[in-house]
């Protein structure tokens, strides 16, 4: 299995290079399938989920395809999905994203998808390939559960690591030293810290870090 897990998507040209080999192939044969619905229900400004949009644009991919799995019927996401080389979650509430994920019956399909395509994602996005999402930030989880009553701590499990984004950044407080040392004491398993220059490409059981400015690794 392939994943590149980031903070803040390709936020530089480090990120971009390692999931273009993760692709196997040249930016140009490469088919991007975006898939936004963690955003639908994040509050605030969406200035960053366009961001995140240009980033992949200004690589030169072949295609980019948008699916929300929670907008359209399982026969119209399913070959949209089924034709990209990059399954490419954004950021936003994590467990929007998970609920959608189950609901929609794309988690039950991504092992099957995940053995010929790679697996990125940006923020929340990466947090549901955790073993679980019970460490997402609070405030998302009580708004979620005040919102939509689901209060699953369920997570993809790609991966036998926790990473926590947007590392000691003003606007994302609980992603800290203190919280990463908590999460591993509880866990017993790995955590890394990655700020939004930070990325960790996965090759099955093989971690390679890729950064332009830090990541903390416990």
């Known amino acids: 299995m392939k994943l590149l897990l980031t903070s803040n998507g390709l936020a530089n040209q480090s990120i971009a290079n ?7 192939k040249p930016a140009s044969e490469t088919v991007i399938v ?7 229900v994040a509050r605030g400004n969406k200035g960053w989920f366009i961001d995140d949009l240009n980033n992949i644009k200004k690589q030169g991919f072949k ?14 996401w399913l070959p949209k999905i089924e034709n990209g080389d990059v399954l490419f979650f954004s950021g936003g509430n994590t ?11 794309l988690a039950e399909l991504l092992p099957d998808l995940l053995k010929t395509r790679v697996y990125a994602g940006i923020s929340a996005g990466s947090i549901v390939a955790n073993p679980s999402i019970a460490y997402t930030s609070s405030d998302k989880k009580e708004y979620y559960k005040n919102q939509f009553g ?5 997570a993809l499990n ?3 690591f926790y990473i926590y984004p947007h590392f000691n950044s003003p606007h994302h ?15 017993k398993k790995t955590v890394y810290g990655l700020d939004d220059e930070s990325a960790l490409k996965v090759v099955d059981d093989v971690i390679t870090i890729v950064t ?3 990541c903390l690794k416990i």
């Open 212 to 214: 332009e400015g830090e």
């Open 158 to 160: 790609l991966v036998d």
């Open 18 to 24: 390692a999931l273009i080999e993760l692709t196997g």
């Open 63 to 76: 295609f980019i395809d948008i699916v929300d799995i929670s907008a359209l019927p399982k026969e119209v």
């Open 173 to 187: 407080l609980g992603s800290n030293e203190e919280n990463l040392k908590k999460t591993a004491a509880e866990t």
């Open 95 to 105: 467990y929007h994203l998970m609920y959608w994920l189950q609901k929609s019956g």
């Open 150 to 154: 689901y209060t699953s701590e369920t």
């Open 34 to 40: 975006f898939i936004p619905t963690a955003m639908n």
